[in-house]
């Protein structure tokens, strides 16, 4: 692993891990061995990141000169805190993770008493009843989404029909229970929103529709305001 690599791997254990962290953690975290982590704690030293601590004891990372300083109100951290927490209850692991690890990348660029505020926010997420777990195909969906290309599938309508369709993912959309594909159907040549659950086969196609997706994604946002969201798949 190039030591760039190992380096930016290394910060963002160090924020997302409570701390003091033990170099055993640290180095099973990165991947590295103890003698490379201890190295590579003394690159980021000698880079600008103020670590405390020495092997034996565990490490903080208590200056990040990586991300530049922010300031936030009380208010607005609860908020963040809230919606972040509301993203790690989406069922979408990736989605989870990569809340977790903004969170700590924000915390870490806050004040002292602010990122006391944030770990201890009042401000808390709960379902009773978790969202299903997200589909591995929701990753290639929303690849899809940022690359615009078309994707082909199948998928059982609200009938029970199933049907070959080729669509351009627009966006998705995380229900109470559900979540929604919003798409133009190529096959429909209409605007459509597909249950992700329900779709099966799922592949990238070659064509693209760049750079149509956040045109057509607006159109699409501006019919479900006027009709009450009447279309269907």
């Given at each position: 692993?190039?030591?760039?690599?190992r380096?930016?791997?290394?910060?963002?254990?160090?924020?997302?891990?409570?701390?003091?962290v033990?170099a055993?953690?640290?180095?099973?975290?990165?991947?590295?061995?103890?003698?490379?982590?201890?190295?590579?704690?003394q690159?980021?030293r000698?880079?600008?990141?103020?670590?405390?601590?020495?092997?034996?004891?565990?490490?903080?990372?208590?200056e990040?000169?990586?991300?530049?300083?922010?300031?936030?109100?009380?208010?607005?951290v609860?908020?963040?805190?809230?919606?972040?927490?509301?993203?790690?209850?989406?069922?979408?692991?990736?989605?989870?993770?990569?809340?977790?690890?903004?969170?700590?990348?924000i915390?870490?660029?806050?004040?002292?008493?602010?990122?006391?505020?944030?770990?201890?926010?009042?401000?808390?997420?709960?379902?009773?009843?978790?969202r299903?777990?997200?589909?591995?195909?929701?990753?290639?969906?929303?690849?899809?989404?940022?690359?615009?290309?078309?994707?082909?599938?199948s998928?059982?309508?609200?009938?029970?029909?199933?049907?070959?369709?080729?669509?351009?993912?627009?966006?998705?959309?995380?229900?109470?229970?559900?979540?929604?594909?919003?798409?133009?159907?190529?096959?429909?040549?209409?605007?459509?929103?597909?249950?992700?659950?329900?779709?099966?086969?799922?592949?990238?196609?070659?064509?693209?529709?760049?750079?149509?997706?956040?045109?057509?994604?607006?159109?699409?946002?501006?019919?479900?305001?006027?009709?009450?969201?009447?279309?269907?798949?």
């Open positions: 692993m190039p030591k760039s690599d380096l930016f791997r290394l910060l963002s254990a160090f924020r997302m891990l409570p701390q003091p033990t055993a953690r640290l180095a099973a975290e990165t991947g590295v061995s103890e003698r490379t982590l201890y190295r590579d704690i690159a980021l000698a880079g600008g990141a103020l670590i405390d601590g020495e092997a034996g004891v565990g490490y903080s990372l208590t990040d000169p990586s991300l530049p300083p922010q300031m936030f109100t009380r208010l607005e609860e908020a963040l805190v809230l919606g972040l927490a509301e993203v790690t209850l989406s069922g979408d692991p990736m989605l989870a993770r990569a809340a977790a690890e903004a969170q700590a990348k915390i870490a660029t806050l004040p002292d008493r602010v990122q006391r505020q944030a770990i201890h926010a009042v401000s808390r997420s709960y379902r009773y009843r978790p299903k777990p997200a589909p591995p195909h929701l990753q290639l969906l929303r690849q899809a989404a940022w690359d615009e290309r078309a994707v082909d599938l998928y059982r309508d609200v009938s029970g029909q199933e049907t070959q369709r080729r669509i351009w993912p627009l966006g998705t959309v995380f229900l109470d229970n559900e979540v929604m594909c919003l798409a133009f159907c190529c096959l429909r040549q209409d605007f459509r929103r597909f249950k992700v659950l329900e779709m099966q086969d799922i592949r990238l196609a070659d064509e693209s529709f760049r750079p149509r997706r956040v045109p057509l994604l607006r159109s699409y946002l501006d019919r479900l305001q006027k009709d009450g969201a009447s279309s269907r798949a």
